[in-house]
């Protein structure tokens, strides 16, 4: 089973990041053989400053390795160092339709109206993604739920490939977590918790405070009931049940039979404190691993090297298939 999964460098990493995607990481270094990417390349599709992209990739990769990453039990990565993902893009493009591209959520979302002025990196971000997958022929990509849009169009652009130019690629499947695939904003918490949201309030970054967490808890909007449970109109509370239930390991079920009689403030409060606790070690072992830039770009290397033997050997075999290049 090999699994592959890519996190952007863009903004601080949030809750939503952690529960969603990264735990699903770590567990899957015990599940099969896991290929870990920072993707630096997908974050140039927006306006960005060349420093600050340097730097919030270091703090990625530090955020994933205190995660629990171990760079010894899977492959971890930086897109930009393994050339083979942006050959295969463009490979790809061959059997990538227009109007797919032009139907994906996130480009409508990320372009806006503006759809004329955005660059066309942002429009061909999707196959990228695809390329990203595909170069390993992985059979499973652990994901939150916002990213269910662009497996299907791996999984279709995979099978269009077999189908012109014979069976070359792995279909992949998603994996999206049963609890906590899409915390919301604790604030609009019918909005997910993003990373481009306004206002930092509905947002929880894994590296915040303490008092911050505590504060931003306490304050998430919930309703005028008061009963820890689910329902229409409960989002806000449902979300903060989920946040509980993934934390602890546990189910909502679990979570509204424990607080059955408890008020919203105390809830708040204990969610807050669970949280607290998950990032303490964490948070911890960021500082330490941050301040060794040398070393993240070493484990970087030695990631790249690993992940290069199994691109490039894909890449051979669709070059091939496509008649690119010379005979083999
Ligand atoms: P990115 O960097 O936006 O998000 C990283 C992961 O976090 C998940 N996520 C969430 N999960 C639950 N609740 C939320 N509110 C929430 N917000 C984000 C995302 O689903 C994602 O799994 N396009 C990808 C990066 C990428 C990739 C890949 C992913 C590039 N190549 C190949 C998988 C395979 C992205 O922007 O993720």
């Known amino acids: ?3 592959f999964s890519g996190i952007q460098p863009t903004g601080q990493k ?8 990264i735990d699903q990481y770590v567990a899957g270094q015990d599940r099969g ?13 927006v306006a960005y400053d060349p420093t600050e992209l340097r730097a919030r990739t270091y703090d990625t990769a530090a955020i994933l390795l205190a995660a629990g990453l171990d760079p010894d039990r899977c492959v971890f990565f930086r897109q930009g160092d393994v050339m083979e993902h942006t050959e295969l893009c463009w490979l790809l493009c061959s059997v990538t339709s227009w109007g797919d591209l032009n139907r994906m959520h996130q480009f409508k979302e990320k372009a806006g109206n503006e759809r004329e002025l955005v660059s066309a990196g942002l429009f061909f971000y999707p196959v990228l993604q695809a390329a990203d997958v595909l170069a390993y022929r992985a059979n499973e990509v652990p994901v939150g739920d916002d990213q269910r849009q662009h497996i299907e169009l791996m999984r279709d652009i995979a099978e269009r490939f077999n189908s012109r130019f014979g069976d070359t690629l792995v279909v992949p499947e998603h994996r999206i977590p049963e609890v906590g695939a899409r915390i919301m904003d604790l604030q609009n ?8 949201s306004e206002g930092e309030q509905g947002r929880i970054h894994v590296l915040d405070d303490p008092a911050v967490i505590l504060k931003k808890f306490r304050s998430a909007v ?9 329902g ?16 602890k390991g546990t189910t909502p079920d679990a979570i509204e039979a424990e ?5 919203y403030g105390d809830f708040k409060t204990a969610v807050a404190e669970a949280v607290i606790d998950r990032l303490a070690p964490l948070q911890a072992r ?4 941050r301040a060794d830039e040398d070393a993240l770009e070493a484990a970087f290397k030695k990631g790249a090297e690993k992940a290069q033997v199994i691109a490039s050997a894909t890449l051979a075999d669709v070059r091939e298939a496509m008649g690119v290049g010379p005979r083999s």
Not at 259 to 263: C, E, G, L, P, Y
Request: charged fraction near 25%.
């Open 286 to 289: 960021y500082t330490e691993l």
């Open 222 to 230: 919930t309703d005028s009931g008061s009963e820890v449970r689910r």
């Open 259 to 263: 607080f059955a009689d408890s008020r």
């Open 189 to 196: 918490p019918t909005m997910k918790m993003s990373t481009s």
């Open 232 to 247: 229409e109109g409960k989002e806000g509370i449902a979300n903060l049940i989920d946040i509980l239930a993934a934390v």
């Open 14 to 21: 949030h809750l939503g990041n952690l529960i969603g995607a």
């Open 33 to 45: 053989e896991g290929l870990y990417c920072i993707v630096d390349l997908h974050a140039t599709t």
């Open 1 to 3: 089973m090999r699994i």
